[in-house]
């Protein structure tokens, strides 16, 4: 077997879990809540920026708790389309969330202070920081909410 072959193979036995039209689904409602996490996060670092110190970080963690809710909500009725347990699966995008926003708050300054480093973009580094890390956590929060957040009982 090629190693295409082998890549087309796995490709299909990852996608095969996924059932018809909810990537997409997810991948659309995907970028409306990055438009809005990404949104808060901006709008909320520059009004910040002004008053505080590092407003950016303060800014981050704000724009994720708005964010979570806002996610939550999307992927529930029209991604997973699940009905009822809201408490349960809002802790549990609480979890899949709070881990990776987590991350992103540690790694948010020194993703900063490199592109400050390595690049002309001093002024806007927080904001290129920002919007790597909200693509990353779009590719993996897909597994933990299919996984966890939205996962039925099986019968």
Same mark, same amino acid.
């Given at each position: 077997?090629?190693?295409?072959?082998?890549?087309?193979?796995?490709?299909?036995?990852?996608?095969?879990?996924?059932?018809?039209?909810?990537?997409?689904?997810? #991948?659309?409602? +995907?970028?409306?809540?990055? #438009?809005? *996490?990404?949104?808060?996060?901006?709008?909320?670092?520059?009004?910040?920026?002004?008053?505080?110190?590092?407003?950016?970080?303060?800014?981050?963690? *704000?724009?994720?708790?708005?964010?979570?809710?806002? *996610?939550?909500?999307?992927?529930?009725? %029209?991604? %997973?389309?699940?009905?009822?347990?809201?408490?349960?699966?809002?802790?549990?995008?609480?979890?899949?969330? *709070?881990?990776? +926003?987590?991350? +992103?708050?540690?790694?948010?300054?020194?993703?900063?202070?490199?592109?400050?480093?390595?690049?002309?973009?001093?002024?806007?580094?927080?904001?290129?920081?920002?919007?790597?890390?909200?693509?990353?956590?779009?590719?993996?929060?897909?597994?933990?909410?299919?996984?966890?957040?939205?996962?039925?009982?099986?019968?």
């Amino acid at each position: 077997m090629s190693l295409m072959d082998a890549v087309k193979q796995r490709s299909a036995k990852l996608t095969g879990q996924i059932p018809p039209g909810q990537l997409g689904r997810y #991948l659309i409602v +995907g970028v409306a809540n990055t #438009l809005f *996490s990404y949104g808060s996060y901006a709008a909320l670092t520059a009004v910040l920026t002004p008053h505080i110190p590092y407003a950016y970080v303060l800014a981050a963690v *704000s724009a994720n708790v708005l964010s979570i809710t806002f *996610s939550y909500l999307s992927y529930k009725w %029209f991604v %997973f389309k699940t009905k009822g347990h809201y408490i349960r699966e809002w802790t549990r995008c609480v979890a899949v969330y *709070s881990g990776v +926003g987590l991350f +992103g708050v540690a790694v948010l300054p020194v993703l900063v202070f490199l592109i400050r480093q390595i690049s002309p973009l001093y002024a806007s580094a927080p904001y290129l920081a920002g919007a790597i890390l909200a693509g990353l956590a779009v590719v993996v929060s897909f597994a933990g909410h299919k996984n966890f957040t939205f996962r039925t009982a099986k019968p």
